[in-house]
């Protein structure tokens, strides 16, 4: 059996749902995006120890998710045809060692090479993290993205809170506390590795007398087609969430005079909306269809994204959460969606969203940050509030992938 057959073999997804290997992998996930959490919790430090401008910040930004988006498709690709069971304990080796770095950074330079080795780490993590999320669904495809990016937005929200407890009192040398978080991620994802591989040899003897890879029902154009939109909606989602995660806490101190601590406070508000909007994302659209759970997700969060800039800070605390817990849901559905899309293509598919994601969150908060340094940091709001409009894309999405795999025979 060669080996893009051996890879395509998928064990675990017709059978039992495991959830152990599900809380395992994210809990991973929340320890490595707790640990790349910091880098955008600790702005404000970074910004008044190094004098930088809002457009260097934006360059930090986009140096970790620029390194992030331009190697996961590359990874996926690479492990579709080549699975490799301890790759993400390397990958959370480049986070430890970008971590640590920052933690002692002398100058801009290197903050930006520490944002890439993290970026680096997170290139690895989240193309076969996603892959294992799948093999380990028992079909519960959604339900099984959700847990494993719940624990991304848990650590995200986690990350600001945890600054503001240790970094922001302690400055930036007390980054290397978190060494530990990075230390229990890998031994947790060795154990996940030895059950990875586990799944492989058992799935090696039957995947001699089963296709490569399921076939794709669908023609290549709507395939093509759907993957553009669903693209263009991560780009809507993630340019907003960049808007968020790294010029929050500057609106909040420019335009409400709250303090840097109360900022990181509301910053968690925000992320713990993140949080809860992940993790139900993916079972409503197991459920009732995911194409209706991105519809809600984008297009419904308009009217709360539109009336952000021109409240009071009560409501936009308010608006933020629900601008949270909305917008977050759809990210599950929409990799799902392209998952079926594309059968047999599990990490290509998943490293190209994710990366996708990182990239736009990165350039994203380069453009902005540029926005925000000649027309200040409301108007960055302003301009941003119209973008889940593009939600009106998903009309042209066909019909869930499942829902046709069921209806419609079989093609030549």
């Not at 992998?25 to 008044?48: R, V, W």
């Not at 999320?133 to 959604?142: D, E, N, V, W």
């Not at 608006?319 to 047999?344: D, K, N, R, T």
Request: include cysteine.
């Amino acid at each position: 059996m060669n080996t893009s057959a051996a890879a395509a073999v998928p064990v675990e997804e017709g059978g039992t749902t495991r959830y152990r290997v599900l809380g395992a992998i994210s809990f991973s996930h929340c320890l490595n995006d707790l640990i790349q959490s910091l880098i955008l919790a600790i702005y404000p430090i970074l910004k008044g120890d190094f004098n930088l401008s809002f457009a260097q910040i934006g360059l930090i930004t986009l140096t970790y998710q620029i390194t992030a988006s331009l190697l996961q498709p590359l990874v996926g690709l690479y492990t579709d045809r080549h699975p490799k069971p301890y790759s993400l304990i390397i990958g959370m080796s480049s986070t430890l060692c970008g971590l640590l770095l920052l933690s002692v950074a002398p100058n801009f330079e290197v903050i930006l090479i520490a944002a890439a080795l993290v970026g680096t780490g997170s290139s690895v993590f989240h193309p076969e993290s996603s892959r294992i999320a799948r093999l380990a669904s028992g079909g519960k495809h959604g339900l099984a993205q959700s847990v494993f990016q719940v624990g991304g937005s848990t650590g995200s929200a986690i990350g600001p809170l945890l600054a503001a407890i240790i970094v922001l009192p302690h400055g930036q040398p007390a980054i290397a506390w978190f060494a530990l978080a990075a230390l229990a991620a890998i031994l947790v994802l060795w154990q996940i590795g030895n059950w990875y591989k586990r799944q492989r040899q058992a799935g090696a003897p039957r995947g001699a007398a089963k296709a490569a890879a399921p076939a794709n029902l669908l023609p290549p154009r709507t395939v093509s087609r759907a993957v553009t939109v669903l693209l263009l909606l991560v780009f809507s989602k993630f340019f907003y969430l960049a808007s968020i995660t790294s010029y929050y806490t500057f609106y909040l101190i420019n335009h409400f005079s709250v303090s840097v601590q109360a900022s990181q406070i509301h910053l968690f508000l925000f992320l713990f909306a993140v949080a809860a909007g992940t993790l139900i994302g993916g079972p409503i659209g197991d459920r009732y269809g995911r194409k209706i759970v991105i519809w809600v997700s984008i297009l419904g969060v308009a009217p709360f994204t539109l009336a952000l800039p021109y409240v009071n800070l009560l409501w936009t605390s308010i608006l933020i959460f629900i601008v949270g817990l909305i917008l977050s849901s759809a990210f599950s559905a929409i990799l799902v969606y392209a998952q079926e899309m594309m059968p047999g293509k599990i990490g290509t598919v998943s490293g190209m969203f994710f990366g996708f994601a990182f990239g736009m969150g990165g350039v994203g908060a380069a453009v902005l940050g540029v926005v925000a340094d000649h027309y200040g940091i409301v108007f960055v709001y302003q301009l941003c509030s119209f973008l889940p409009l593009m939600g009106l894309l998903t009309v042209f999405l066909p019909d869930d992938v499942e829902k046709f795999r069921h209806h419609e025979p079989a093609r030549a």
